[in-house]
Structure formats: C-alpha cells, structure tokens
C-alpha cells in the first residue's frame, strides 16, 4: 500500500469493538469491552485512533497513574502507553509514530511529567519506534507477558 493520508482523533464509544478487532488482530494481550470502556471515559484525550478514509487502523490507549519516577525518586504523575496497534498493511507509514506523538501530547494536558510503556524484549520494530521518540529502557520484568516472555519497561520525560 502507498503512503495513505490519515488522521488521528479522539476515540468515540461507537470506535470500541473496532479498536478490539484491531488489538485481537495485532496483539496476543487482549483486553475487556469494559476495560476499553473505563480508559474512553477516564482518559478520552488520551485514547486516539487512526483513520483512513473513514476506516479506523490503528489506535493509541493511555492512562495516568501516580507512583515512583522512573528517573528521580520522587512521586510523580506518570503516563502510561498501555496498548499500541497499527492494522499490519497500514504499518511503516509514520501512523504509530504519530499516534505516540499525539497520545503524549494528551498526556501532557493531563499533567504526566514522563511516560513509560512495556514491550516485549522480541519486539524490534516497536523498541526502534520508542527509541526514535527517546524512550530508554529503565527496567526488564522476567515472564511479564502469559507466554513467559520478558518485557522491557521504557520511558522518558514529558
């Protein structure tokens, strides 16, 4: 597919069951109706899609915690990349790249002073977008993920 225009909006409640298909499709950790739910309601800034032409592809969900910085120790507001997926023949056009820019943005306005995110140890494509938006890795979890896998923690400051 060639560069396709897109754009990135807020999620709607009607984009829900889409926004699943997409993460049953893309991703081997899958999440409740009721789990999207609570994250379009608590945080709607931060829960973004992708469209082309009128057809979601991709989608952004993040939330807002408090806890330990994972550069100072100090409480702080952090924001929380909790699930990413771009549809595989949408991939390579700057859309996950541009749907992390947006969903930090969001989480600025919510007051996060950083953001972190797990991602599989196996998973280059994303560790080399996250490095590009300058995430480093601050942790591995041994067996974080239901098939043992480790995941890498990574953040950086909002």
């Known amino acids: ?3 396709a225009k897109y754009t990135i909006r807020m999620v709607e409640l009607k984009d829900i069951p889409v926004v699943m298909d997409i993460n049953m499709k893309c991703l081997p950790e899958n999440y409740t109706q009721s789990f999207f ?29 408090h806890g330990i910085s994972n550069f100072k ?3 702080t507001k952090k924001g929380h990349v909790i699930s990413i997926a771009v549809l595989p023949e949408y991939r390579r056009m700057g859309i996950g790249y541009n749907l992390m820019v947006k969903g930090m943005e969001a989480l600025k306005e919510y007051g996060a002073t950083e953001v972190y995110l797990e991602v599989r140890v196996s998973n280059y494509p994303a560790i080399h977008l996250y490095e590009k938006l300058n995430y480093v890795i601050v942790n591995r979890i041994h067996g974080y993920y239901a ?12």
């Open 73 to 75: 120790f100090t409480l």
């Open 147 to 158: 098939d043992g896998e480790d995941a890498y923690v990574m953040a950086r400051p909002l």
């Open 1 to 3: 597919m060639s560069k």
């Open 37 to 65: 739910i609570q994250h379009y309601k608590k945080f709607p800034k931060a829960f973004l899609v992708a469209e082309v032409e009128g057809r979601v592809v991709g989608y952004i969900m993040c939330r807002v915690e």
